[in-house]
């Protein structure tokens, strides 16, 4: 299929860090993803906590089963948009790889530790890991990731940050945060499919964890008329296959409402424009409608699954193995592995081990370094 003018082209990449010469069977862009795929950080995706806690259930979603979900969406999209199928799955595959264990809950006690020394942020995190904290090639650090993948994996960045990488990498991923131009529409199909994987996903792992009940959907605008449209053609319907229904529906219409939205702004461009979506604003986005539904869903998933009472207690929890961890590392550095402390004593080291950890090996080495067990 040919790719749309405006979709990025692996022929016009920006280029990667350390020039490296094509292959003939593979475009820059599926490179990219394959050497994702086959990255010590994705494989440790699968241990890591989404919203619910590792350990707590085996059906619920991780964030290597989020990142399939969110690159099966893109896929979908970039397809009927004639976009750059190979670029998003990269993008999309990466766009977590530096979330630390324990969700959130990780990244804020991880962001506390690090507040004299720069922070912790994950986004940034997850290019740290593509540029410099793999190791698996003899010539560079990193998996020397093409510009365009690199700028979909940094999807947010405050202006801060954006200056510090702007010193060490002049005119690289962070500039867009300062002259505030938007990126490839790769990177912008990623961002909404992120957000729709979970809120779709959150949903369903929030009555799987019994937090939700369907009944509380009810009101959503995002979600009822799917859910009665269903309950027409199937009155006796219920419980679980009823949820898995009606968010199917919901998804496939939050598809096509990209598709169209995004369509219709592509057209409304001249060719010449449309060539330069980076001086656009963002393109890929739903319809006024749609966005506000989708606000909403978001907002009930804070108030009533993120907050709820069970999920802040594991929380909690999940920040105190994180400050110990950090704690005990920073005072015995001789703990660290032979690879780690070999990068010098600093706080920056520590936070890298720790981000890096899955959920299980995060709590036994807690368990190992302070002699009390969070989860028995
Ligand atoms: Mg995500």
Request: glycine residues 6%.
């Given at each position: ?30 490179r ?26 085996d ?46 809950a990780?990244?804020t ?68 945060f300062?002259?505030?131009?938007s ?118 998933l ?32 001789s ?39 969070t989860?028995?």
């Amino acid at each position: 299929m040919t790719l749309a003018p405006y979709a990025s082209d692996p022929q016009h990449t920006r280029g990667r860090r350390y020039p490296e010469a094509a292959t003939a069977h593979r475009s820059d862009f599926q490179r990219d993803s394959d050497r994702v795929v086959h990255s010590s950080a994705f494989r440790r995706l699968v241990y890591k906590t989404q919203v619910f806690l590792n350990h707590e259930g085996d059906l619920f979603r991780t964030r290597l089963t989020h990142s399939l979900e969110v690159a099966q969406l893109a896929r979908s999209i970039a397809r009927a948009l004639r976009l750059n199928e190979d670029l998003v799955e990269a993008i999309a595959l990466a766009h977590d790889l530096g979330h630390t264990p324990f969700g959130h809950a990780g990244q804020t006690a991880l962001n506390d530790c690090m507040k004299a020394h720069g922070g912790f942020e994950h986004n940034l995190q997850s290019l740290r890991v593509v540029d410099e904290l793999e190791q698996r090639y003899p010539a560079y650090d990193g998996l020397n990731l093409c510009f365009e993948t690199r700028e979909g994996i940094l999807k947010h960045c405050s202006v801060h940050h954006a200056r510090a990488l702007e010193v060490v990498q002049p005119g690289g991923v962070g500039r867009r945060f300062l002259d505030r131009s938007s990126p490839s529409l790769e990177a912008q199909l990623c961002n909404l499919a992120d957000e729709m994987a979970y809120n779709a996903h959150d949903v369903d792992d929030g009555v799987r964890s019994g937090l939700l009940r369907l009944e509380q959907l009810e009101g959503l605008p995002l979600f009822d008329p799917f859910r009665r449209a269903i309950l027409a053609e199937y009155p006796s319907l219920g419980g679980r296959r009823l949820l898995y229904e009606s968010l199917r529906r919901m998804l496939s219409a939050q598809v096509h409402d990209v598709i169209e939205t995004t369509q219709a702004a592509l057209s409304r461009l001249t060719p010449e424009q449309a060539k330069q979506v980076r001086q656009q604003p963002p393109l890929v986005r739903f319809s006024t409608d749609m966005a506000l539904r989708s606000d909403e869903l978001k907002r009930f998933l804070i108030n009533h699954l993120y907050r709820h009472p069970q999920v802040v207690a594991s929380t909690d929890q999940a920040q105190q193995v994180v400050y110990d961890l950090f704690a005990a590392y920073s005072q015995h550095p001789s703990e660290l592995p032979p690879e780690y402390a070999a990068r010098g004593q600093s706080p920056r080291v520590v936070a890298d081990y720790i981000a890096g950890m899955t959920d299980r090996f995060a709590a036994g080495e807690h368990a190992r370094l302070t002699g009390r067990a969070t989860w028995a």
